[in-house]
């Protein structure tokens, strides 16, 4: 089974998250979108369309991944932040479709798109659980909630792990619009190929200059957050 489905359909490419369950993001996982976005910026797509299961975008990294510790943990860390700036810094608009759950690690994902569209009447969470679970919020992570959420919810939805539903997401700036879960495929594909008729050289050096200071302090903070992995480690 593909972990990433990847079509080209006009100018936009299309990639799909499907690990049958709930799309945790493990080593395999991240590879596979990597290598999705390679496809689609060798392809020159106008517009880039990612999308989770029926019930759940991402549920955050692979557990079983991440708490094995050493080199397992620390590449994974690695990848999956890597996956966000890759995002945050890809020269053609991308849209994410969510459907149900976008927690930790996937919530960070779904902040790391250009527009973020979610489907209303699908039960799940869209929270950045770490604090809750005992867990330092990487600053990687906080770099993408800071430059991406509404301030006054940046606390919330970082400190205090509050667990916000797609009615009150908006608001948050957790996402840009709610459609129905029966409207979300035809709006976020509507969506995409309107903004693939940006002019993409344009789109892509205005997003370098906006996204500069954020994609370095993203960058420092991986370094940062990989070396107190190895000092806890010790």
Do not use: W
Request: with cysteine.
């Amino acid at each position: 089974m593909n972990l990433v489905n990847y079509r080209l359909e006009g100018a936009v490419a299309h990639i799909t998250m499907d690990d049958g369950k709930v799309n945790v993001l493990s080593s395999a996982m991240l590879a596979a979108l990597g290598a999705a976005l390679d496809r689609a910026e060798s392809d020159g797509a106008g517009a880039v369309l990612l999308a989770g299961r029926e019930k759940a975008f991402s549920a955050g990294f692979d557990l079983t991944e991440l708490m094995a510790g050493g080199a397992s943990t620390s590449g994974l860390l690695r990848a999956g932040f890597e996956i966000s700036s890759r995002l945050l810094a890809f020269p053609a608009p991308v849209v994410a479709a969510c459907r149900g759950h976008a927690i930790a690690m996937g919530f960070f994902v779904l902040q790391s798109v250009d527009y973020r569209l979610a489907a209303r009447g699908v039960p799940g969470k869209l929270v950045a659980n770490e604090v809750a679970n005992g867990l330092i919020v990487p600053r990687a992570a906080l770099e993408i909630c800071r430059a991406r959420l509404a301030p006054s919810h940046f606390g919330r939805v970082t400190l205090l792990s509050e667990v916000y539903s797609v009615e009150n997401a908006v608001e948050a700036g957790i996402v840009d619009r709610v459609v129905s879960n029966e409207e979300l495929d035809g709006a976020a594909s509507v969506l995409a190929n309107q903004l693939a008729l940006l002019n993409r050289p344009a789109h892509a050096e205005t997003k370098r200059r906006a996204r500069a200071d954020l994609l370095a302090r993203l960058a420092e903070g991986i370094e940062l957050d990989l070396a107190d992995f190895v000092l806890r480690a010790k």
